[in-house]
């Protein structure tokens, strides 16, 4: 069981296997929620969505029938978010158009980072998602959350592989300035 | 390798691992400072990334995602149902689908607006559709069978009314003629009044040994009024007059034309409707359960009721003419008169059940039609001949009814 691929795992899964089905929900339930859990930053909301996505990929039996189940898991995922994030008022975030963005890279000394605990890592992610905008943090989540190869990020987002490809390194450029501005301020604040 | 090929690298690569295998990154790194930096934050970064994504979720929520092979798998449809609903579901959206579920409904509202009758009859006359329905069925049913009573050589009358049609109006038990063409009326009673309806002479006068060739040849929705001169009361009946209302459309033979032979003043009415068979004939065939009175003399008129035909709206006209025609003591002027006195009757009732008779004057019919009290059919029944209008005279608070000339 440990080393069956995801695919088989779901056609144990749906067909009554309850340990496939358990170790479906150990390799994608907790990224799926924390998925949501970033792009919404409401807890029983993220709660109920990754319900509704394993409902899903239990009951369309017949939807899926080849490829990845991780990018059909996350398809679906993605699929609410959107519809989520539409029924509550937001404006459409899948532009294609994307703004240039210099890359200035990481200004700061190697000591500096291995200074920074792992623990404060994890905060400075956090707080930096939340100043993404929807389209970048929705692209970092499926990236580097969710664990999905550009490819498998184009496939999901439904993109064309270079565009794909495109709006992870602008997500991940915008990510790296925040996250470069709060290294920056920590290190001052030690110098102080 | 330079920095940016690296550090493009290095980002698009999901395990880290990966990079101390390479070789040519490896010896990258050792000779750049920014890219180790780099490669040191992204190992941060990346094990950031994997703490959260590792985070535990909440217990509830695991719970029920584990519980939904057991709670949806018990109310999950069978795979038949699914795929059925799923190939339906399909079908629905297809464009081919849609564009021809678009096109069957355009079509059918445009045949509902092709086929829509129009209206064509003015709502404030509303006995119209109502008239011309009943005309249909006149002419939908074979109406009359006529006879050819009169003896030979004896001089005749026709009058043929092209379309005419006599039938019976059920509510009023009045005979109504209607001209089909020009919508022209000819009353019965007008032929009992004046034993003649019209003197057509140059029509054709046909006579016994013409119409032998044709005796049988009637003509079915058709009356002939077959009046012998009163006068002359003789079996030859050289005055004899006969009026024939016939319709163009189709002959049929009369049933029975020999004893007619004998008949000097007879009327001849072989009404052939489903509903009612009202005879005046000697010669029509009448149902042996139905009361029959056959009476060879003169002025003598034979009732004959249809086996089908018992019902009221004939017998009540049956009744009423019979009781005004079968009387041989009534002179032709005197049954004239007794119709006259029936119409005036039932015109009176009208009136004084919608209280309309409270004013003494000429009764407008044209009026009473429009405001809905009768039917056109009984404007044309009770419409006396030319020249006469009915007028409401009122004596001692009794009302009645007489025939005037208006001027």
Known sequence: MENMKPEELWQRAVAGDQVAWQRLYELFGTRVYQFFLKNTRNAELAGDKVQEVFLRIFKNKEAFKYGSLKTWIFRIARNLLIDEWRRSGQREVLSDVLPEIVDAGIQVEESVINAIEHQQMVCYIDECLDRLEEADRMAVCLVYIAGLSIPEFAEVMELPPGTAKTRVRHARLKLDALLSEKIQIKRFEKSI | ???????????ETTDLN??????ELSAHLKSCEGCRVFLRYEESLRSGFAEIAEAPMPSDITRRILAIP?????SSKPAEITGALTWLHGLVNSFSFKVALASGITGFLFAVLLLREPIRESVGRPDNNFA???????????????TNPLPENSPESVIQGVGAAITLDPELKKMVMANKPAGRVAEPPEFFKKHE?????????????????MPHEEIPGAVSY?????????????????ARFAFPPEKTSSPDSSDSSNSHESHENAFAD????FSTSAVLAAAPSQPQRENESEGQIRMAMAPAAPSMRAKSFSEKAEEILSDSENTNSEKGSLVEDIRASEIL?????????????????????????ISNRKFRAWQPADGNSWYLTIEDGKARLSLRRKH
């Open chain 2, 1 to 11: 390798m330079n920095c940016k090929e690296f550090k493009d690298l290095v980002s």
């Open chain 2, 197 to 213: 309806i019209a003197r057509a002479p140059e029509l054709s006068t046909l006579r016994e040994t013409e119409k032998s060739n």
């Open chain 2, 18 to 23: 990966e990079i101390s295998s390479n070789a």
């Open chain 2, 70 to 74: 057991k709670t949806a798998g018990s």
């Open chain 2, 274 to 277: 489903a509903s009612t068979d």
């Open chain 2, 226 to 242: 077959s009046l012998a001169d009163e006068e002359a009361g003789k079996q030859s009946s050289a005055e004899a007059t006969k």
């Open chain 2, 349 to 373: 009732k009208l009136l004084e059940s919608n209280n309309l008779a409270d004013k003494e004057g000429f009764i407008d019919l044209e009026r009473l039609v429009m405001r809905g009290f």
């Open chain 2, 132 to 146: 011309r329905s009943e005309k249909t069925k006149q002419l939908q049913r074979p109406l009359f069978r006529s």
